[in-house]
């Protein structure tokens, strides 16, 4: 979900890690714990640790994602009562790299043969969506607020990212250092696998305590209904952002992802 005013435009029309043996926040005192548990009214995903790394082939038939706990079930339309179709995230890390993977059902994969420099392609694809944030996106203090930023996956595993500056200013021309990605289209659905180097996620003060907000989305395109008209967007989200319209830039929108030493 890039923007607010485009995605608002389509809801009236139609209708962001860091994972490592260390944080950001590394030093560690008695009355510090490793691990700072979530509030019980947050959502949130524990992020293992396994002494493996995979090749980044949009495949997933690497041992290690086997016994991954996932996130699937929990996926859900916040803004239609009707069930969602199936869509998995695991995430793990080996000190050194944060991999993820999203497993999509979709008996219409909607991409584009052709890649726009400015990465705008990804605006009419189906796609996956990770946010990462240090902090809440949406309640600046007196210093301001952190940047926060977005990665944006279509199923031929093209990345459109991007940092955000409060308030929803977007800047497209930053990547996330290191990022990998591949992606492979199935015969239900596609397959989205990548990397991201910790010291990436540690750069950008994006993990405090082990622990880092994220959100996880997908956007889910079916064709259009007549000749001329847009593609039909439903927004998917891991968390309910409890918004009246959608909108994944808001706090109640993150979870947390928990890394596990």
Known sequence: ??????????????????LGGCS?????????????YNEASTSHYDVVKRD???????KLDDEVWKDIPAIAGGFHFPWDKKEAP?????GYHD?????????????EVL???????????????????????????DKPGPDGMEKYYGLEIDPKGRVHDYSIEYYRKFDGKWNMEGLETKAT????????????PMKSLQDLKLINHDVMRAGIYRAEFSKPEASGKDPKIEWISWVDPKTANPDFHVAS???EFRFLQ
């Open 1 to 18: 979900m890039k923007k607010f005013t485009y995605m608002t435009t389509l809801a009236l029309a139609a209708s962001m890690f860091a």
């Open 24 to 36: 950001s926040n590394s030093s560690s005192s008695p009355t510090t714990p490793t691990i700072a």
């Open 52 to 58: 493996k790394s995979i090749n980044v082939d949009g």
């Open 86 to 90: 199936y869509t998995e995230f695991k």
């Open 95 to 107: 000190k050194d790299n944060f991999y993820f993977c999203f497993t999509v059902k979709d008996s």
């Open 111 to 137: 991409q584009d043969d052709n890649w726009k420099d400015d990465e705008s392609t990804v605006d009419m694809e189906d796609r996956v969506e990770l946010f990462f944030a240090g902090s809440y996106i």
């Open 185 to 196: 289209v199935t015969d239900d659905g596609y397959i989205v696998e990548g990397k991201i």
């Open 253 to 255: 929108s993150f979870g």
